[in-house]
């Protein structure tokens, strides 16, 4: 037999949770958790892209090895993605439109860059990590594609959704 939960039982959760920080429930659950959800998901981001600034060359190199051509135009668009679309999921403002560009391009690097099918030993374990860490980022990048970086985003109105 199915259980439906009553009006008295929904939210439970969200609502001990932010009772017990001392808070609403509607900020806790659509400003500070998507707010930390885009932070935790664009740190990666801030990094790759710091990666590609500092460490150009190395960068290069790797591509290559992958077997890329026309690394340095590629190479180029990966650094403004990452870094706009870090700027737009940490502010808020444009995350949504930001959030599937940045998606598809996680899934060409990830196939691209990190197949661990074609490799063996230690090295296709690292990029198998780096393939699936990749997949949750993306799933992360599909929930503010579709329901949008919550009420603290630059440029938001303030009035309700």
Not at 7 to 13: A, E, I, K, N
Not at 59 to 83: D, K
Request: hydrophobic letters at 50%; a positive charge; one cysteine or more.
């Amino acid at each position: 037999m199915e259980r439906t939960l009553g009006d008295s039982q929904r939210g439970v959760g969200e609502s001990t949770l932010s009772s017990l920080m001392g808070v609403p429930p509607e900020w806790f659950m659509r400003g500070l958790l998507p707010l930390l959800a885009r932070l935790a998901i664009s740190a990666e981001f801030v990094i790759a892209a710091l990666g590609k600034t500092l460490g150009w060359s190395g960068q290069a190199a790797y591509m290559a090895s992958q077997g890329m051509t026309i690394i340095v135009p590629l190479l180029a668009a990966a650094l403004v993605i990452e870094a706009v679309g870090s700027l737009c999921l940490i502010s808020g403002f444009k995350a949504q439109p930001a959030a599937p560009i940045m998606f598809v391009y996680l899934g060409i690097v990830s196939v691209r860059l990190h197949g661990f099918w074609h490799m063996t030993g230690s090295i296709a374990g690292a990029n198998q990590t780096h393939f699936f860490k990749n997949l949750g980022m993306m799933g992360g990048l599909l929930m503010i594609t579709v329901y949008g970086p919550g009420r603290w985003a630059v440029g938001r109105s303030s009035s309700p959704a």
